[in-house]
């Protein structure tokens, strides 16, 4: 009985040390919800529904995968190194497009941005995040974010890249607080599955796929 005592204890032991040593490489999970105080567009939203973002990470580089019924398919590679982003578009009626571009914030981009390293923690899958507290202007909108993120996690997102280096580590939880048409809408993104497996640098290539051709005007 004593042995499985023991035996258990260093189980969970080595459970709580794995989760808190940095990972290099993987993929995460997120379900991301949008929700609205007007009651036809929350109709819209729920009309959506809910979806699933996927982001498969190797060091400072991250490729996130969404697709959606209704807005089709979205995918953001980063290259923290390179400072460059790709995005790729496949949606009816705009067909397959990219824009490649760098994320580096202007001074005068981020005179708009005010971030406040918040008091409160969140544990998100084993993980114990910080907060932080985001004020932002999004096309001329008010945009007010709370995340939560891990520098256990060596990914790059793309939900920080406007804020310079004011956000440390990787967003595991955030909301996103915003008003469009009139209408506030929230949209809730949290982490539900990490896993530690060999991501292909070809996933991460910033070289847009044959098939797809440049956005102009971005």
Same mark, same amino acid.
């Given at each position: 009985?004593?042995?499985?005592?023991?035996?258990?204890?260093?189980?969970?032991?080595?459970?709580?040390?794995?989760?808190?040593?940095?990972?290099?490489?993987?993929?995460?999970?997120?379900?991301?919800?949008?929700?609205?105080?007007?009651?036809?567009?929350?109709?819209?939203?729920?009309?959506?529904?809910?979806?699933?973002?996927?982001?498969?990470?190797?060091?400072?580089?991250?490729?996130?995968?969404?697709?959606?019924?209704?807005?089709?398919?979205?995918?953001?590679?980063?290259?923290?190194?390179?400072?460059?982003?790709?995005?790729?578009?496949?949606?009816?009626?705009?067909?397959?497009?990219?824009?490649?571009?760098?994320?580096?914030?202007?001074?005068? %981009?981020?005179? =708009?941005? @005010?971030?406040?390293? *918040?008091?409160?923690?969140?544990?998100? &899958?084993?993980?114990?995040?910080?907060?932080?507290?985001?004020?932002?202007?999004?096309?001329?909108?008010?945009?007010?974010?709370?995340?939560?993120?891990?520098?256990?996690?060596?990914?790059?997102?793309?939900?920080?890249?406007?804020?310079?280096?004011?956000?440390?580590?990787?967003?595991?939880?955030?909301?996103?607080?915003?008003?469009?048409?009139?209408?506030?809408?929230?949209?809730?993104?949290?982490?539900?599955?990490?896993?530690?497996?060999?991501?292909?640098? %070809?996933?991460? =290539?910033? @070289?847009?796929?044959? *098939?797809?051709?440049?956005?102009?005007? &971005?």
């Amino acid at each position: 009985m004593k042995k499985i005592l023991v035996l258990g204890l260093a189980l969970m032991l080595n459970m709580v040390a794995t989760a808190q040593d940095q990972m290099q490489e993987g993929v995460l999970t997120a379900k991301q919800t949008m929700a609205s105080d007007n009651e036809q567009m929350n109709a819209q939203l729920k009309a959506m529904g809910d979806s699933e973002a996927t982001t498969y990470f190797k060091g400072t580089k991250s490729r996130s995968e969404t697709s959606n019924p209704m807005t089709g398919d979205m995918t953001i590679i980063v290259d923290g190194e390179e400072k460059q982003m790709l995005m790729l578009i496949d949606q009816l009626g705009v067909g397959k497009k990219y824009i490649l571009q760098s994320f580096v914030p202007s001074e005068e %981009d981020l005179k =708009s941005v @005010t971030v406040e390293k *918040g008091s409160e923690t969140k544990t998100v &899958m084993g993980y114990e995040c910080q907060q932080y507290i985001v004020k932002m202007k999004q096309n001329g909108q008010d945009v007010e974010m709370q995340m939560f993120t891990t520098d256990k996690i060596s990914a790059f997102s793309h939900n920080t890249t406007a804020m310079g280096d004011q956000v440390e580590g990787y967003p595991l939880y955030f909301v996103m607080k915003m008003n469009q048409m009139g209408a506030s809408i929230e949209v809730t993104s949290e982490v539900t599955e990490i896993k530690q497996e060999s991501v292909s640098d %070809d996933k991460l =290539s910033l @070289t847009p796929p044959e *098939g797809y051709t440049k956005m102009e005007g &971005m």
